[in-house]
């Protein structure tokens, strides 16, 4: 049983046409769409947060949402992706690479989680980082607002506040 919330915001969805085959369950909407830009068929699940927000859900908003990231422009989605490219380069400084491939083109986006005030999307970058996944969370502008690479095993995840920190973790103590 969904909550009315839940049905409002699966009817918003199915009206705007955004998600093939929308479905309400388990306090989310998720379907399949297209990021234009990208050209590329993505999971979207829609969290209107019920647990916290019941009460205040905000339908047309997070219908906007989804639709701003699904139709973000190709110079958003290049700058999005460059931003992505540049904290992980960054982070991994001068590690010899197995893969010479750029990440910039082993990037593939999988899914979308959209919030009232943030996305989340995730990538896989099967070459560069066969056994990850990249977290990219984007603020209500679409602005990158953190990079995050998580085991896919899901057996140890780590959170951390910037790159430089999960590369700290990661490398283990510094030894001088």
Do not use: C
Request: charged fraction near 35%; glycine fraction near 4%.
């Amino acid at each position: 049983m969904t909550s009315p919330a839940l049905d409002t915001l699966l009817a918003r969805i199915v009206e705007s046409g955004l998600l093939e085959e929308p479905v309400a369950e388990n306090d989310l909407v998720y379907g399949r769409a297209i990021i234009d830009a990208a050209g590329t068929a993505v999971n979207v699940n829609v969290d209107p947060e019920l647990e916290d927000h019941e009460d205040d859900v905000d339908p047309d908003a997070l219908v906007a949402a989804v639709s701003r990231v699904l139709s973000v422009s190709e110079s958003r989605w290049r700058t999005i992706i460059d931003e992505i490219v540049d904290d992980i380069e960054d982070a991994v400084d001068d590690e010899p690479l197995a893969e010479q491939t750029a990440l910039r083109d082993d990037l593939e986006a999988t899914s979308v989680v959209v919030f009232a005030d943030a996305v989340l999307l995730a990538f896989l970058a099967p070459k560069q980082f066969p056994d990850s996944r990249i977290l990219v969370q984007l603020d209500e502008d679409l602005e990158v607002d953190g990079v995050e690479v998580r085991d896919l095993d899901g057996i140890e995840t780590i959170e951390v506040d910037s790159l430089d920190e999960l590369l700290d973790r990661i490398s283990g103590p510094d030894e001088d």
